[in-house]
């Protein structure tokens, strides 16, 4: 019997193809014999299924949907399962969302432009998936909601895919976040995206999304962050992003609140370039066991990299150029970072700016930044122990110190070049509250007429300063001094530690009857000052002393 069904339909296939809009059944772009065996192999299923004008007979099975745009060809829209018509196209956009069934499927949107006035709601195991950039989603009517949501951000979703459009998400409003906002998901791809004119975030992902690759993709002029990773989300790639003039940062890994157990954890971010970011460049906050890889931000107000209240964040292979403040910068309460072969240029402040516990900055360089570190005490308080080792780097073209604070500090095995200091002619310039530093075997082939390195008021405790090429060690102290009348001599205290090896003394006062002064009885604690004889007067001098090795 359906072998004879067969035959007969040899003889009736253009009589019956005539009643549809298209004999293309397999889509290749002919009418021929094999459009035909498609043809009878639908037919022997269920006649129905073609009569009906369903869209197994166009897309070849009940998981995957087409919809076509109101701007794309003929051929297209004849061949769509769905046709906008320009006018809140979310509703044929939906439909074929909805249509799919329970165990998951796909809807293709074709090339074309989709005008949407709703935001699309899309569900489990379900992919939407464009033409490319030419597939675009005009967003500009939406005023108060996300372009696209997951549909169950209170019980969850999982294995939900994203791909190959654009977003015009100029409208979208920044009450409602992300142009793209997914929340609570297992398993999410977004891929070959191009989002522009958001007035939020970009891409947000957020409330515990779990096994994600962001990859692939450019946003432009987004009035927040182009992306943003936020509340207790893990396992994470993001790779291949472009991001330009965001309104703060390029990618932010931050949680609001909670204790570590509800911070982001386990995010990867490679190969992504950032152009003038509002902000940071790039943001990590509240988060552990991050990496950067291959990211590079290009000017930004503040920071190139921020990382706060964080721990076990590694940065390697990546450049911050002309950051309005530090290039990167390792900000309290954040706890082993490491940055590897790294660059900042153009730093306001410093290349590398660290209050952090356990850091280390190994093979990378600074240049034309105004200092290639700063470090600080945790907090600005009370230095800790913060175990910080700088080791194996290059610094040129600075213009003022290095600034040494905090304790358990090695800067070991440097370079510095062509650096032109400021000040009192320091390259690096060991704080009073520092303690435990050790500053070994670096080179100093530096232009500056003064000297490497300094100890303020030489009161430093536990400084080891030896092996360096090119710089003189000075420990020095300032202070004031009154030579009383009645007296020929005056004995100063200092703090450097050993004798001085200089002593400068100005009077910055009348001189009374005093017509020369000298110093001598340099000790560790204590120098004098004479005059020749009484100036019958008080006379006030300032002190500079210095010890040089």
Known sequence: MKFASVILLVFSFSTICSGYSSADFNEDGIADFLDFCVFASEWLKDPNTLADNTTRRKTGG??????????????????????????ADQVQIQAALDALPATGGKVYLAEGNFVLSDQISITSKTALI?????????????????????????????????????????????TAYGSVDIRNTDQLLISDLYIVNGTSD??????????????????????????????????????????????????????YEGG?????????VSNCVGNNAGNNGYYTEHCKYVTWTNCISDISVNQGFHTTDSYNIHYSNCMSKDAGSAGFWVAPQTYDVTID????????????????VGIVLSNSRAAASVRPFDIYPVGWGTPSRQKIIITGNHFYDQTSFCRVRGTNILISGNLWTESVSQGNSRVIYVHNDADTVKILNNIFDITTSGYGIGNWNGSATNVEIRGNIGAIFITEDYGTATLLNGSTSIVVNHNIGPAPTEVIVTPTSNWGNMTEFWVDTFTASQFTIHADQDPGEDVTFNWHAKWRY
């Not at 009940?62 to 906008?84: I, L």
Request: charged share 15%; hydrophobic share 35%.
């Open 260 to 268: 570590p157990d509800d911070w982001n954890y386990y995010i990867t």
């Open 62 to 87: 009940t998981a995957t949907f087409v919809v076509a745009s109101s701007d794309a060809t003929p051929n297209t829209k004849v061949k769509a399962d769905y046709v906008c018509d320009g006018t």
């Open 341 to 356: 072969s790294c660059v900042a240029e153009g730093s306001e402040v410093a290349g590398y700016s660290f209050e952090g």
């Open 202 to 255: 970009g891409i947000l992902i957020r409330n515990g999304v779990t096994h994600v690759d962001i990859g692939n993709i450019i946003l432009k002029d987004i009035s927040r962050h182009s992306i943003f990773v936020g509340w207790s989300c893990s396992y994470i790639n993001i790779h291949n992003i472009i991001s330009e003039n965001p309104g703060l940062e390029h990618i932010c890994l931050e949680t």
């Open 130 to 174: 464009g033409a490319g950039f030419s597939t675009v989603l005009d967003a500009t009517a939406i005023t108060t909601k996300s372009v696209i949501v997951n549909s169950d951000v209170g019980g969850g979703n999982e294995k939900i895919e994203l791909r190959h459009f654009t977003i015009n998400a100029g409208g979208a409003s920044a």
